[in-house]
Protein backbone atom coordinates (compact mmCIF):
# COMPACT_ATOMS: atom_id res chain seq x y z
CA UNK A 1 0.00 0.00 0.00
CA UNK A 2 1.42 3.30 -0.78
CA UNK A 3 0.02 6.25 1.12
CA UNK A 4 2.46 8.81 1.02
CA UNK A 5 0.68 11.87 2.19
CA UNK A 6 -1.64 12.59 5.01
CA UNK A 7 0.34 10.29 6.97
CA UNK A 8 -1.50 11.62 10.24
CA UNK A 9 -5.09 10.67 8.73
CA UNK A 10 -3.97 7.23 7.08
CA UNK A 11 -2.09 5.98 9.44
CA UNK A 12 -5.03 4.79 11.46
CA UNK A 13 -6.61 2.92 8.29
CA UNK A 14 -3.50 1.16 7.87
CA UNK A 15 -3.26 0.10 11.67
CA UNK A 16 -7.33 -1.07 11.15
CA UNK A 17 -6.49 -3.39 7.95
CA UNK A 18 -2.91 -4.40 9.44
CA UNK A 19 -4.99 -5.34 13.07
CA UNK A 20 -7.79 -7.14 11.14
CA UNK A 21 -6.01 -8.96 7.94
CA UNK A 22 -3.36 -10.07 10.31
CA UNK A 23 -5.10 -11.37 13.20
CA UNK A 24 -3.56 -9.58 15.52
CA UNK A 25 -5.37 -9.08 18.68
CA UNK A 26 -6.85 -12.93 19.21
CA UNK A 27 -8.97 -11.11 22.42
CA UNK A 28 -11.91 -8.73 22.04
CA UNK A 29 -15.15 -9.33 20.51
CA UNK A 30 -16.59 -7.38 17.61
CA UNK A 31 -18.78 -4.60 19.27
CA UNK A 32 -21.67 -6.55 17.78
CA UNK A 33 -21.67 -10.14 16.90
CA UNK A 34 -22.97 -9.81 13.23
CA UNK A 35 -23.44 -7.60 10.98
CA UNK A 36 -25.84 -7.34 7.26
CA UNK A 37 -25.15 -4.95 4.54
CA UNK A 38 -27.36 -4.10 2.38
CA UNK A 39 -27.12 -1.36 -0.46
CA UNK A 40 -25.42 -0.87 -3.70
CA UNK A 41 -21.79 -0.19 -5.66
CA UNK A 42 -20.52 2.04 -2.90
CA UNK A 43 -20.75 -1.66 -0.23
CA UNK A 44 -20.50 -4.49 -3.09
CA UNK A 45 -17.32 -6.48 -2.39
CA UNK A 46 -17.81 -8.93 -4.99
CA UNK A 47 -21.95 -9.41 -5.67
CA UNK A 48 -21.55 -8.81 -9.44
CA UNK A 49 -18.40 -10.54 -10.06
CA UNK A 50 -20.29 -13.09 -11.73
CA UNK A 51 -23.29 -11.19 -13.41
CA UNK A 52 -23.73 -10.14 -16.88
CA UNK A 53 -23.54 -6.78 -16.34
CA UNK A 54 -21.12 -4.21 -17.25
CA UNK A 55 -20.93 -2.91 -13.39
CA UNK A 56 -18.33 -4.91 -12.49
CA UNK A 57 -15.13 -4.00 -10.93
CA UNK A 58 -13.14 -6.86 -9.85
CA UNK A 59 -9.57 -5.93 -12.14
CA UNK A 60 -7.15 -4.03 -11.90
CA UNK A 61 -7.21 -0.63 -11.05
CA UNK A 62 -9.68 -1.50 -8.71
CA UNK A 63 -8.06 -2.15 -5.21
CA UNK A 64 -4.42 -1.20 -5.86
CA UNK A 65 -4.48 -0.06 -2.13
CA UNK A 66 -6.75 -3.85 -0.82
CA UNK A 67 -4.64 -5.51 0.75
CA UNK A 68 -5.62 -8.78 -1.82
CA UNK A 69 -5.85 -6.46 -4.84
CA UNK A 70 -9.21 -6.20 -6.89
CA UNK A 71 -12.43 -7.77 -5.02
CA UNK A 72 -15.31 -6.39 -6.70
CA UNK A 73 -14.96 -3.35 -4.41
CA UNK A 74 -15.44 0.01 -6.52
CA UNK A 75 -13.15 1.91 -5.09
CA UNK A 76 -8.52 1.24 -5.00
CA UNK A 77 -9.58 0.08 -1.24
CA UNK A 78 -11.65 -0.42 1.16
CA UNK A 79 -15.16 0.89 1.43
CA UNK A 80 -16.68 2.69 3.99
CA UNK A 81 -19.06 -0.15 5.25
CA UNK A 82 -15.55 -2.16 5.78
CA UNK A 83 -14.06 0.66 7.46
CA UNK A 84 -17.25 0.99 9.66
CA UNK A 85 -16.75 -3.24 9.93
CA UNK A 86 -13.32 -2.53 11.22
CA UNK A 87 -14.40 0.14 13.38
CA UNK A 88 -16.92 -2.33 15.32
CA UNK A 89 -13.65 -4.70 15.98
CA UNK A 90 -14.59 -7.47 13.67
CA UNK A 91 -11.90 -9.19 12.91
CA UNK A 92 -12.61 -10.11 8.94
CA UNK A 93 -14.42 -8.01 6.39
CA UNK A 94 -18.21 -9.47 5.86
CA UNK A 95 -18.35 -11.87 3.16
CA UNK A 96 -20.00 -11.43 -0.19
CA UNK A 97 -23.39 -13.45 0.03
CA UNK A 98 -21.84 -14.68 -3.93
CA UNK A 99 -19.06 -16.38 -1.88
CA UNK A 100 -20.29 -17.52 1.34
CA UNK A 101 -19.03 -20.84 0.91
CA UNK A 102 -16.74 -21.27 3.71
CA UNK A 103 -17.90 -18.36 5.82
CA UNK A 104 -19.05 -17.86 9.58
CA UNK A 105 -22.28 -16.42 8.14
CA UNK A 106 -23.53 -16.14 12.07
CA UNK A 107 -21.25 -13.45 11.64
CA UNK A 108 -22.67 -11.29 8.81
CA UNK A 109 -23.25 -11.28 5.10
CA UNK A 110 -22.90 -8.40 2.70
CA UNK A 111 -25.81 -8.62 -0.08
CA UNK A 112 -24.67 -4.95 -1.80
CA UNK A 113 -24.83 -5.17 -5.60
CA UNK A 114 -23.50 -1.96 -7.72
CA UNK A 115 -26.04 -0.87 -9.69
CA UNK A 116 -28.85 -1.94 -7.65
CA UNK A 117 -31.83 0.11 -6.42
CA UNK A 118 -35.04 0.48 -4.07
CA UNK A 119 -37.01 0.05 -7.75
CA UNK A 120 -36.19 -3.65 -9.45
CA UNK A 121 -35.53 -1.54 -12.86
CA UNK A 122 -33.08 0.84 -11.46
CA UNK A 123 -29.65 0.09 -13.51
CA UNK A 124 -30.88 -2.63 -15.34
CA UNK A 125 -30.11 -1.25 -19.28
CA UNK A 126 -26.40 -2.04 -17.58
CA UNK A 127 -27.35 -5.50 -17.05
CA UNK A 128 -28.06 -7.60 -14.32
CA UNK A 129 -28.10 -6.46 -10.65
CA UNK A 130 -29.62 -7.66 -7.02
CA UNK A 131 -31.92 -4.67 -6.32
CA UNK A 132 -33.13 -4.40 -3.08
CA UNK A 133 -35.68 -6.72 -2.88
CA UNK A 134 -33.79 -9.40 -3.71
CA UNK A 135 -31.23 -8.44 -1.16
CA UNK A 136 -33.95 -9.07 1.26
CA UNK A 137 -35.02 -12.41 -0.39
CA UNK A 138 -31.17 -13.85 -0.12
CA UNK A 139 -31.38 -12.46 3.15
CA UNK A 140 -34.28 -14.84 4.21
CA UNK A 141 -32.61 -17.52 2.53
CA UNK A 142 -29.54 -16.79 4.71
CA UNK A 143 -31.66 -16.49 7.86
CA UNK A 144 -33.14 -20.30 7.05
CA UNK A 145 -29.41 -21.22 7.16
CA UNK A 146 -28.77 -19.71 10.09
CA UNK A 147 -32.01 -21.50 11.57
CA UNK A 148 -31.15 -24.76 10.96
CA UNK A 149 -27.46 -24.36 12.58
CA UNK A 150 -28.69 -22.45 15.86
CA UNK A 151 -31.67 -24.97 15.98
CA UNK A 152 -34.93 -22.88 15.02
CA UNK A 153 -36.23 -20.30 13.55
CA UNK A 154 -36.85 -18.60 17.15
CA UNK A 155 -33.76 -18.95 18.31
CA UNK A 156 -32.23 -17.82 15.04
CA UNK A 157 -34.20 -14.88 15.27
CA UNK A 158 -33.21 -13.92 19.13
CA UNK A 159 -29.37 -13.98 17.46
CA UNK A 160 -30.70 -11.79 15.06
CA UNK A 161 -31.88 -9.14 17.11
CA UNK A 162 -28.26 -8.49 18.11
CA UNK A 163 -27.00 -7.80 14.65
CA UNK A 164 -26.42 -4.52 12.95
CA UNK A 165 -28.02 -4.01 9.73
CA UNK A 166 -26.66 -1.38 7.75
CA UNK A 167 -28.75 0.18 4.28
CA UNK A 168 -27.34 1.89 2.41
CA UNK A 169 -29.34 2.19 -1.06
CA UNK A 170 -30.99 4.91 -3.25
CA UNK A 171 -28.55 6.87 -5.46
CA UNK A 172 -29.23 4.07 -8.42
CA UNK A 173 -32.95 5.16 -8.37
CA UNK A 174 -32.20 8.35 -9.59
CA UNK A 175 -28.44 8.11 -11.19
CA UNK A 176 -29.23 5.03 -13.49
CA UNK A 177 -33.45 5.87 -13.04
CA UNK A 178 -34.92 9.27 -12.79
CA UNK A 179 -31.74 10.87 -14.13
CA UNK A 180 -31.86 8.71 -17.70
CA UNK A 181 -35.35 9.64 -19.19
CA UNK A 182 -34.25 7.87 -22.46
CA UNK A 183 -34.50 4.34 -20.48
CA UNK A 184 -36.47 4.98 -17.41
CA UNK A 185 -40.43 7.06 -17.79
CA UNK A 186 -39.85 7.74 -13.52
CA UNK A 187 -39.20 11.49 -14.44
CA UNK A 188 -42.15 11.67 -16.45
CA UNK A 189 -44.97 9.72 -14.06
CA UNK A 190 -43.12 11.59 -10.64
CA UNK A 191 -42.38 14.69 -9.59
CA UNK A 192 -38.92 14.53 -7.48
CA UNK A 193 -41.41 14.66 -3.94
CA UNK A 194 -43.36 12.18 -5.33
CA UNK A 195 -40.81 9.77 -6.58
CA UNK A 196 -39.13 10.10 -3.02
CA UNK A 197 -41.99 9.28 -1.77
CA UNK A 198 -42.39 6.52 -3.62
CA UNK A 199 -39.12 4.44 -3.00
CA UNK A 200 -39.30 5.46 1.02
CA UNK A 201 -42.85 4.18 0.87
CA UNK A 202 -40.88 0.76 -1.15
CA UNK A 203 -37.94 1.11 1.60
CA UNK A 204 -40.22 1.38 4.44
CA UNK A 205 -41.82 -1.99 3.98
CA UNK A 206 -38.23 -3.67 3.17
CA UNK A 207 -37.02 -2.04 6.62
CA UNK A 208 -40.11 -3.72 8.05
CA UNK A 209 -39.54 -7.33 5.96
CA UNK A 210 -36.27 -7.06 7.90
CA UNK A 211 -37.67 -6.11 11.27
CA UNK A 212 -39.91 -9.69 10.72
CA UNK A 213 -37.17 -12.03 10.73
CA UNK A 214 -35.20 -10.12 13.72
CA UNK A 215 -33.54 -6.92 12.99
CA UNK A 216 -33.57 -4.39 15.50
CA UNK A 217 -30.69 -1.63 14.96
CA UNK A 218 -30.88 -0.41 11.93
CA UNK A 219 -28.46 2.23 9.96
CA UNK A 220 -29.67 4.31 6.99
CA UNK A 221 -27.48 6.25 4.59
CA UNK A 222 -29.14 8.77 2.74
CA UNK A 223 -28.06 10.09 -0.80
CA UNK A 224 -25.07 11.86 -1.23
CA UNK A 225 -24.57 14.54 -3.61
CA UNK A 226 -25.11 12.95 -6.63
CA UNK A 227 -24.88 16.37 -8.78
CA UNK A 228 -21.24 16.89 -7.67
CA UNK A 229 -19.44 13.26 -9.24
CA UNK A 230 -17.59 13.93 -12.04
CA UNK A 231 -19.80 12.26 -14.23
CA UNK A 232 -22.56 14.40 -13.62
CA UNK A 233 -20.68 17.48 -13.91
CA UNK A 234 -18.84 16.85 -16.84
CA UNK A 235 -22.05 15.60 -18.73
CA UNK A 236 -24.58 17.77 -17.82
CA UNK A 237 -22.97 20.50 -15.23
CA UNK A 238 -22.99 24.02 -16.72
CA UNK A 239 -19.18 25.30 -16.56
CA UNK A 240 -17.92 22.44 -14.50
CA UNK A 241 -19.84 23.02 -11.37
CA UNK A 242 -22.50 20.35 -9.91
CA UNK A 243 -26.17 20.23 -11.09
CA UNK A 244 -27.93 21.70 -8.18
CA UNK A 245 -31.28 20.08 -9.80
CA UNK A 246 -29.66 16.82 -8.67
CA UNK A 247 -28.54 17.33 -5.65
CA UNK A 248 -31.77 19.13 -4.81
CA UNK A 249 -33.63 15.61 -5.35
CA UNK A 250 -30.85 13.83 -2.96
CA UNK A 251 -32.02 16.77 -0.50
CA UNK A 252 -35.78 15.52 -0.49
CA UNK A 253 -34.90 11.62 -0.77
CA UNK A 254 -32.84 12.65 2.55
CA UNK A 255 -35.62 14.74 3.98
CA UNK A 256 -38.33 12.06 3.75
CA UNK A 257 -35.37 8.92 4.98
CA UNK A 258 -35.09 11.34 8.09
CA UNK A 259 -38.91 10.88 8.80
CA UNK A 260 -39.10 7.47 7.89
CA UNK A 261 -36.55 6.75 10.64
CA UNK A 262 -38.50 9.50 13.21
CA UNK A 263 -41.85 7.37 12.61
CA UNK A 264 -39.92 3.94 12.58
CA UNK A 265 -37.97 5.54 16.03
CA UNK A 266 -41.81 5.53 17.76
CA UNK A 267 -43.51 2.59 15.65
CA UNK A 268 -41.32 0.14 16.98
CA UNK A 269 -39.51 1.87 20.29
CA UNK A 270 -40.69 -1.35 22.10
CA UNK A 271 -37.90 -2.89 20.62
CA UNK A 272 -35.93 -1.19 17.78
CA UNK A 273 -34.00 1.85 17.15
CA UNK A 274 -32.96 3.36 13.85
CA UNK A 275 -30.52 5.88 12.39
CA UNK A 276 -29.89 8.17 9.67
CA UNK A 277 -26.98 9.34 8.23
CA UNK A 278 -27.12 12.09 6.09
CA UNK A 279 -24.21 11.92 3.36
CA UNK A 280 -24.69 15.56 2.27
CA UNK A 281 -23.23 16.76 5.60
CA UNK A 282 -20.03 16.45 4.05
CA UNK A 283 -16.56 14.90 5.40
CA UNK A 284 -15.16 16.78 2.60
CA UNK A 285 -13.00 19.87 3.36
CA UNK A 286 -10.18 20.89 1.67
CA UNK A 287 -8.41 21.13 5.12
CA UNK A 288 -8.05 17.31 4.42
CA UNK A 289 -5.37 17.69 1.58
CA UNK A 290 -7.74 16.99 -1.35
CA UNK A 291 -6.68 19.18 -4.22
CA UNK A 292 -8.75 17.61 -7.04
CA UNK A 293 -12.50 17.58 -6.13
CA UNK A 294 -14.25 16.44 -9.73
CA UNK A 295 -12.40 14.81 -11.84
CA UNK A 296 -11.44 10.79 -11.90
CA UNK A 297 -8.40 9.47 -10.02
CA UNK A 298 -8.23 6.64 -13.02
CA UNK A 299 -8.50 7.04 -16.29
CA UNK A 300 -13.13 6.35 -17.32
CA UNK A 301 -14.36 4.41 -19.83
CA UNK A 302 -17.94 5.75 -21.23
CA UNK A 303 -19.88 4.24 -18.47
CA UNK A 304 -17.84 6.46 -15.63
CA UNK A 305 -15.98 3.44 -14.18
CA UNK A 306 -11.89 2.71 -14.63
CA UNK A 307 -10.78 1.62 -17.72
CA UNK A 308 -8.84 -1.92 -17.21
CA UNK A 309 -5.50 -1.82 -16.27
CA UNK A 310 -4.71 1.89 -16.94
CA UNK A 311 -2.26 3.50 -14.42
CA UNK A 312 -4.64 5.36 -12.11
CA UNK A 313 -3.71 9.10 -10.55
CA UNK A 314 -0.37 8.84 -8.06
CA UNK A 315 -1.69 11.31 -5.35
CA UNK A 316 -4.61 8.89 -4.32
CA UNK A 317 -5.17 10.59 -1.29
CA UNK A 318 -5.67 14.27 -2.85
CA UNK A 319 -8.47 12.94 -5.02
CA UNK A 320 -12.02 12.55 -3.83
CA UNK A 321 -13.06 10.71 -6.50
CA UNK A 322 -11.85 7.19 -7.48
CA UNK A 323 -13.88 7.29 -10.74
CA UNK A 324 -16.61 9.15 -12.13
CA UNK A 325 -18.93 7.67 -9.72
CA UNK A 326 -17.40 6.40 -6.26
CA UNK A 327 -15.12 8.26 -3.75
CA UNK A 328 -11.64 7.09 -2.59
CA UNK A 329 -10.93 5.44 0.03
CA UNK A 330 -9.42 8.15 1.64
CA UNK A 331 -13.39 9.86 1.54
CA UNK A 332 -14.39 6.51 2.58
CA UNK A 333 -12.10 6.71 5.74
CA UNK A 334 -13.78 10.32 7.09
CA UNK A 335 -16.88 9.18 6.29
CA UNK A 336 -16.49 5.78 8.14
CA UNK A 337 -15.00 7.40 11.26
CA UNK A 338 -18.11 10.69 11.03
CA UNK A 339 -20.69 8.08 10.66
CA UNK A 340 -19.06 5.72 13.75
CA UNK A 341 -17.89 8.62 15.98
CA UNK A 342 -19.86 11.83 15.35
CA UNK A 343 -17.42 14.22 15.76
CA UNK A 344 -20.18 16.21 13.54
CA UNK A 345 -23.92 16.30 14.96
CA UNK A 346 -25.92 16.72 11.81
CA UNK A 347 -23.81 13.54 9.80
CA UNK A 348 -25.78 11.43 12.60
CA UNK A 349 -29.40 11.14 13.36
CA UNK A 350 -30.44 10.98 16.31
CA UNK A 351 -27.43 9.14 16.60
CA UNK A 352 -24.10 7.75 15.93
CA UNK A 353 -23.08 3.89 15.15
CA UNK A 354 -21.20 3.55 18.67
CA UNK A 355 -24.27 4.39 20.36
CA UNK A 356 -26.47 2.57 18.14
CA UNK A 357 -24.78 -0.76 19.08
CA UNK A 358 -24.18 0.60 22.58
CA UNK A 359 -27.80 1.11 23.05
C1 LIG B 1 -14.64 -17.35 -1.72
O1 LIG B 1 -14.37 -17.34 -0.34
C2 LIG B 1 -13.27 -18.18 0.04
C3 LIG B 1 -13.20 -18.26 1.56
O2 LIG B 1 -13.70 -17.13 2.20
C4 LIG B 1 -12.01 -17.65 -0.60
O3 LIG B 1 -10.91 -18.43 -0.24
C5 LIG B 1 -12.19 -17.65 -2.11
O4 LIG B 1 -11.07 -17.06 -2.73
C6 LIG B 1 -13.44 -16.89 -2.52
N1 LIG B 1 -13.70 -17.10 -3.92
C7 LIG B 1 -13.82 -16.08 -4.77
C8 LIG B 1 -14.11 -16.45 -6.18
O5 LIG B 1 -13.74 -14.93 -4.41
C1 LIG C 1 -20.52 30.00 -17.91
O1 LIG C 1 -19.30 30.70 -18.09
C2 LIG C 1 -19.39 31.71 -19.09
C3 LIG C 1 -17.98 32.28 -19.31
O2 LIG C 1 -17.29 32.41 -18.09
C4 LIG C 1 -20.40 32.78 -18.65
O3 LIG C 1 -20.53 33.77 -19.63
C5 LIG C 1 -21.76 32.11 -18.44
O4 LIG C 1 -22.67 33.04 -17.92
C6 LIG C 1 -21.63 30.92 -17.46
N1 LIG C 1 -22.89 30.23 -17.43
C7 LIG C 1 -23.45 29.87 -16.28
C8 LIG C 1 -24.74 29.10 -16.38
O5 LIG C 1 -22.96 30.10 -15.17
C1 LIG D 1 -28.19 17.03 5.56
O1 LIG D 1 -27.10 17.92 5.64
C2 LIG D 1 -27.24 19.04 4.79
C3 LIG D 1 -25.93 19.82 4.84
O2 LIG D 1 -25.58 20.11 6.14
C4 LIG D 1 -28.44 19.85 5.25
O3 LIG D 1 -28.60 20.99 4.41
C5 LIG D 1 -29.68 18.98 5.17
O4 LIG D 1 -30.79 19.67 5.67
C6 LIG D 1 -29.48 17.71 5.96
N1 LIG D 1 -30.60 16.82 5.69
C7 LIG D 1 -31.28 16.21 6.63
C8 LIG D 1 -32.41 15.37 6.20
O5 LIG D 1 -31.01 16.31 7.82
C1 LIG E 1 -15.35 9.60 19.81
O1 LIG E 1 -15.14 11.00 19.74
C2 LIG E 1 -14.89 11.61 20.99
C3 LIG E 1 -14.79 13.10 20.80
O2 LIG E 1 -14.69 13.49 19.46
C4 LIG E 1 -13.60 11.04 21.59
O3 LIG E 1 -13.38 11.61 22.86
C5 LIG E 1 -13.77 9.53 21.72
O4 LIG E 1 -12.57 8.96 22.19
C6 LIG E 1 -14.13 8.92 20.40
N1 LIG E 1 -14.37 7.52 20.56
C7 LIG E 1 -13.81 6.60 19.79
C8 LIG E 1 -14.15 5.19 20.08
O5 LIG E 1 -13.06 6.87 18.86
Not at 15 to 20: M, P, Q, R, T, V
Not at 175 to 197: D, G, H, R, V, W
Not at 329 to 349: E, G, K, M, Q, R
Request: aromatic fraction near 12%; charged fraction near 15%.
Amino acid sequence: MTFETRPWLVLPLLLLIANCMQHYSVHGESKVPCLFIFGDSLSDNGNNNNLVTTTKSNYKPYGIDFPTGPTGRFTNGPTAIDIITLLLEFKDFIPPYANISGSDILKGVNYASGAAGIRVESGKHMGDDISLGLQITHHLDVVSKIAIKLGGLRKAKEYLNKCLYYVNIGSNDYINNYFLPQFYPTSYLYSPQKYAEVLINQLSLYLQNLHDVGARKFVTVGVGLIGCTPNAISTRGTNGSCVEEENADAFIFNDNLKSLVDLFNIKFSADSKFIFINSTAGTIDPSFGFTVFDVACCPTADNGLCIRDQMPCENRNEYVFWDEFHPTTVVNLLTAIASYNASNPAFTYPMDIEHLVQS
